[in-house]
Nanobody
Framework: QVQLVESGGGLVQAGGSLRLSCECS????????MGWFRQAPGKEREFVAA????????NYADSVKGRVTISRDNAKNTVYLQMNSLKSEDSAIYCC??????????????WGQGTQVTVSS
């Protein structure tokens, strides 16, 4: 059974930073691409960032490019999302995702429950 458990969310002032973590269990972590998505109240879920199984390839939504870094530690079965220069519009529930293969275009197969990020202005 695959489980994704996020942590690191919270309340931060605009301009601040947060690092989200997502620990994956139940599958060979390095064999699968991982990603982060977010959903704000009243809005659809949107892609934030993704990383290939090896960590060699990453891609980002235009809205976060330059402010957010996705990384992974395959020895710890954990993917991270470092968010800097946070804005109020970054407030959302952030969910971790595990893809079908080590490549991002394979699509999401599993979702985490999410962690709340609130940015106060």
């Amino acid at each position: 059974q695959v489980q994704l458990v996020e942590s690191g969310g919270g309340l931060v002032q605009a301009g601040g930073s947060l690092r989200l973590s997502c620990e994956c269990s139940g599958r060979t972590f390095s064999s699968y691409a991982m990603g982060w998505f977010r959903q704000a109240p009243g809005k659809e879920r949107e892609f934030v960032a993704a990383i290939s199984g090896s960590g060699a390839y990453t891609n980002y939504a235009d809205s976060v490019k330059g402010r957010v870094t996705i990384s992974r530690d395959n020895a710890k079965n954990t993917v991270y999302l470092q968010m800097n220069s946070l804005k109020s519009e970054d407030s959302a529930i952030y969910c971790c995702a595990s893809y079908r293969t080590r490549l991002v275009p394979s699509g999401v197969e599993y979702w985490g429950q999410g962690t709340q990020v609130t940015v106060s202005s």
